[in-house]
């Protein structure tokens, strides 16, 4: 649907200022412009009143980090925001892996019924036979799956362990519901008197180089999986990961950083040395999210003088995580046994699988620079069996014919991997991070960085911590929070207490939707013309809500008004395109796509003795300043509440 310009439509000044431009009059009962658009640019005085109103509602923010290889979640009563309670430990649990978040694994029944989750769901899919294992469904690191899905719907469908598909909503609800249900139970254990309804916030985080889709199939995910009701969407926060952990390390202290940047010890990591106070206002740095599926990267600077955040570049990162390693290491299992046997086993043996999958997990998280002894994997009695049977020769003659260099056979049925193998498996991922922090910190927005955070699951491996300490050390400090492997979890539960402490963020992309403009010869193409009622229009013309990169503050709107075409209209559907630059001209440019559409439901005329003639004005304003875009409408005569949603599940 396009759109036709009203009396005056309004383009954005250098400064922001409103410069009226003089367009033709749409034909009355025709959608128009409206010259009531908010500037777009972060005003000079922030609305200080905006932040005092911010109390919140609810008794508890519990927020869930919903991760690619782990999950966990950790809440706050509102009356003592100080003290954020992890979850209770996990029963089941690794050798060597602090547990205080459980593997993203979830088991249903052959039925589709939900079983398990977390170590209870891989431990017992783990001791089925495995001919029962084959019907069972067992999904792990299903996150990747959209983060890498283009065409992302509310029908998108993930793949079992053994090969079964499902709604990846259902998959992704259940996981959801398992952390609603233990969180209200420890929550009611701790507080009986909380409410059942209304009193918890729930905060989902996800990464912020995440597009509109995959934020709001998480949300559907939530609704469906009953933590709210889409009635109440204000009470779910969608958090991103790298900005809820800037939340968390701005609050640090000394005594809770390492710092890289001091001479390393003998052991690889580096010794508690404190930075030498809290941040000031002003201070710019970098928080590198390194996760399991993703690394992303987030730019803040500390605001003067109310201490809030302003976002300095547009969210960037890409499919970096520690699972990478884990697929380096599949691949040299597929070169020394051969890629149908690797499948072949995955299918016949899958509990043994995930046997040798915790046993190589374990050795990734000993791996480090320094050291230099082999790190042994032991391969699972049914592994060497099946290769046996399978091949018809054993697993040591498949090494040495292999070639592979630095990896051994040891008589205890293990592969002895040297110190320079392992390294091998990390350098892909490694050098990908380090090329993306790089790439950042050569924007001109991106200078006088003064710190560095490493956060993230990933982080932990000192593998990743020396690369980064020896590529960026000399320019900025780098920062490993001591829990690191939490820090997102606490700033979501910080993020989920006060919204507003992020006030200025950057659009990932160009926003506008399809407008007619007053044709104009030479300027404008002539397959573009369209004649009606005598005029000459332009179809096609891509009117811009908000620009990539462009910096908005939190509660600022762009406003535009509509006419529907009818007067007994009841529903109007507004279609919106998305951009990754700015110098879009037209809907049909290269580049140019269909993201979303903006549905305002109307009611009909006549109702409560409103006059049912004249023109018709809905004002709809979108915010691009939060994690998610939102719409709101009114409808301009009646000054009544439009029902607006805003889609971008259904392309």
Not at 329 to 341: M, P, T, V
Not at 389 to 400: D, I, M, P, S
């Given at each position: 649907?396009?759109?036709?310009?009203?009396?005056?439509?309004?383009?954005?000044?250098?400064?922001?200022?409103?410069?009226?431009?003089?367009?033709?009059?749409?034909?009355?009962?025709?959608?128009?412009?409206?010259?009531s658009?908010?500037?777009?640019?972060?005003?000079q005085?922030?609305?200080?009143?905006?932040?005092?109103?911010?109390?919140?509602?609810?008794a508890?923010?519990?927020?869930?980090?919903f991760g690619?290889?782990?999950?966990?979640?950790?809440?706050?009563?509102?009356s003592?925001?100080?003290?954020?309670?992890?979850?209770?430990k996990w029963?089941?649990?690794?050798?060597g892996?602090?547990?205080?978040?459980?593997p993203?694994s979830l088991?249903?029944?052959?039925?589709g019924?939900?079983h398990?989750?977390?170590?209870?769901?891989r431990?017992?899919?783990h001791?089925?036979?495995?001919?029962?294992?084959?019907?069972?469904?067992?999904f792990?690191k299903?996150k990747?799956?959209?983060?890498?899905?283009?065409?992302?719907?509310?029908?998108?469908?993930l793949?079992a362990?053994?090969?079964?598909?499902?709604?990846a909503?259902?998959?992704?609800?259940?996981?959801?519901?398992?952390?609603k249900q233990?969180?209200?139970?420890?929550?009611?254990?701790?507080?009986?008197s909380?409410?059942?309804?209304?009193?918890?916030?729930?905060?989902?985080t996800?990464?912020a180089?995440?597009k509109?889709?995959?934020?709001?199939?998480?949300r559907?995910?939530?609704?469906?999986?009953?933590?709210?009701?889409p009635?109440?969407?204000?009470?779910?926060?969608i958090?991103?990961?790298?900005?809820?952990?800037?939340?968390?390390?701005?609050?640090?202290?000394?005594?809770?950083?390492?710092?890289?940047?001091?001479?390393?010890?003998?052991?690889?990591?580096?010794?508690?040395?404190s930075?030498?106070s809290?941040?000031?206002?002003?201070d710019?740095?970098?928080?590198a999210?390194?996760g399991?599926?993703?690394?992303?990267l987030?730019?803040?600077?500390?605001?003067?003088?109310?201490?809030?955040l302003?976002e300095?570049?547009?969210?960037?990162?890409?499919?970096?995580?520690a699972?990478?390693?884990?697929?380096a290491?599949?691949?040299?299992?597929?070169?020394?046994?051969?890629?149908?046997?690797i499948?072949?086993?995955?299918?016949?043996?899958?509990?043994?699988?995930?046997?040798l999958?915790?046993?190589?997990?374990?050795?990734?998280?000993?791996a480090?620079?320094?050291?230099?002894?082999?790190?042994?994997?032991?391969?699972p009695?049914?592994?060497?069996?099946?290769y046996?049977?399978?091949?018809?020769?054993?697993?040591?003659?498949?090494?040495?014919?292999?070639?592979v260099?630095?990896?051994k056979?040891?008589?205890q049925?293990?592969?002895?991997?040297?110190s320079e193998?392992m390294?091998?498996?990390?350098?892909?991922?490694?050098?990908?991070?380090?090329?993306?922090i790089?790439?950042?910190?050569?924007?001109?927005?991106?200078?006088?960085?003064?710190?560095?955070?490493?956060?993230?699951?990933?982080?932990?491996?000192a593998m990743?911590?020396?690369?980064?300490?020896?590529?960026?050390?000399p320019t900025?400090?780098?920062?490993?929070?001591?829990?690191v492997?939490?820090?997102?979890?606490?700033?979501?539960?910080l993020?989920?207490?006060?919204?507003?402490?992020v006030r200025?963020?950057?659009?990932?992309?160009?926003?506008?939707?399809?407008?007619?403009?007053?044709?104009?010869?030479?300027?404008?193409?002539?397959?573009?013309?369209l004649v009606?009622?005598?005029?000459?229009w332009?179809t096609?013309?891509?009117?811009?809500?908000?620009?990539?990169?462009?910096?908005v503050?939190?509660?600022?709107?762009?406003?535009?008004?509509?006419c529907?075409?009818?007067?007994?209209?009841?529903?109007?559907?507004?279609n919106?395109?998305?951009?990754?630059?700015?110098?879009?001209?037209?809907?049909?440019?290269?580049?140019?796509?269909?993201?979303?559409?903006?549905?305002?439901?109307?009611?009909?005329?006549?109702?409560?003795?409103?006059?049912?003639?004249?023109?018709?004005?809905?004002?709809a304003?979108?915010?691009?300043?939060?994690?998610?875009?939102?719409?709101?409408?009114?409808d301009?005569r009646?000054?009544?509440?439009?029902?607006a949603t805003?889609d971008f599940?259904?392309?």
């Open positions: 649907m396009l759109l036709e310009p009203g009396v005056q439509s309004v383009r954005m000044g250098a400064h922001g200022e409103r410069c009226p431009t003089p367009s033709p009059p749409g034909s009355p009962g025709t959608p128009h412009d409206s010259c658009i908010a500037p777009l640019t972060p005003s005085s922030p609305r200080s009143e905006a932040r005092s109103q911010q109390t919140s509602s609810f508890v923010v519990v927020a869930i980090d690619t290889t782990s999950s966990g979640y950790a809440f706050s009563f509102s003592d925001p100080e003290a954020i309670h992890m979850m209770r029963e089941g649990g690794d050798p892996v602090a547990n205080q978040k459980t993203t088991l249903l029944t052959p039925e019924i939900f398990s989750f977390g170590y209870t769901a431990d017992y899919y001791d089925l036979d495995p001919e029962e294992a084959r019907d069972w469904l067992y792990e299903f990747m799956k959209i983060h890498s899905t283009s065409d992302l719907t509310m029908k998108t469908e793949e362990v053994n090969g079964k598909k499902m709604q909503l259902e998959v992704f609800a259940h996981a959801l519901r398992f952390f233990h969180a209200v139970q420890e929550l009611k254990d701790q507080c009986p909380l409410p059942e309804r209304d009193a918890i916030r729930w905060v989902i996800v990464p180089i995440w509109q889709p995959a934020k709001q199939f998480m559907e995910a939530a609704y469906k999986a009953g933590l709210v009701s009635e109440n969407p204000e009470q779910l926060l958090a991103l990961e790298p900005e809820a952990a800037s939340i968390y390390c701005r609050k640090l202290r000394l005594h809770q950083l390492i710092d890289l940047s001091c001479k390393p010890p003998a052991n690889g990591l580096a010794s508690d040395h930075i030498d809290s941040f000031r206002q002003g710019r740095y970098i928080v999210d390194c399991g599926g993703t690394v992303d987030t730019v803040h600077q500390i605001e003067k003088p109310q201490g809030t302003k300095l570049y547009k969210a960037s990162g890409g499919p970096y995580g699972v990478g390693v884990d697929l290491f599949e691949k040299l299992l597929c070169h020394i046994f051969g890629e149908d046997f499948a072949t086993f995955k299918a016949k043996r899958p509990a043994a699988w995930v046997d999958t915790i046993a190589f997990e374990a050795r990734k998280r000993a480090a620079p320094s050291r230099a002894s082999p790190l042994n994997i032991s391969l009695f049914s592994f060497i069996d099946f046996r049977k399978h091949r018809g020769q054993n697993v040591e003659t498949a090494l040495k014919k292999s070639n260099n630095f990896v056979w040891s008589s049925g293990m592969l002895r991997m040297s193998a390294s091998e498996l990390f350098q892909p991922t490694i050098s990908q991070i380090i090329k993306h790089d790439d950042l910190l050569k924007k001109p927005e991106v200078q006088g960085i003064k710190f560095l955070f490493l956060v993230g699951g990933f982080a932990e491996s990743l911590q020396r690369a980064v300490q020896a590529a960026f050390g900025c400090r780098v920062i490993i929070p001591q829990d492997g939490l820090t997102i979890l606490k700033g979501a539960v993020f989920g207490l006060d919204p507003t402490i200025v963020r950057r659009s990932p992309l160009t926003y506008g939707v399809g407008v007619l403009n007053k044709f104009v010869e030479g300027k404008h193409p002539r397959e573009k013309l009606k009622e005598g005029k000459n332009c096609d013309i891509f009117e811009k809500f908000v620009s990539v990169d462009q910096s503050a939190l509660g600022e709107v762009v406003q535009r008004s509509y529907p075409a009818r007067p007994g209209q009841r529903k109007t559907i507004i919106i395109y998305c951009c990754a630059t700015d110098d879009v001209v037209y809907i049909t440019d290269p580049g140019v796509r269909k993201c979303g559409t903006i549905s305002l439901e109307l009611e009909a005329l006549g109702d409560a003795g409103s006059p049912a003639r004249g023109r018709r004005e809905i004002r304003s979108m915010q691009f300043g939060d994690t998610e875009i939102k719409v709101t409408a009114m301009i009646t000054s009544k509440t439009v029902r805003i599940l259904s392309n």
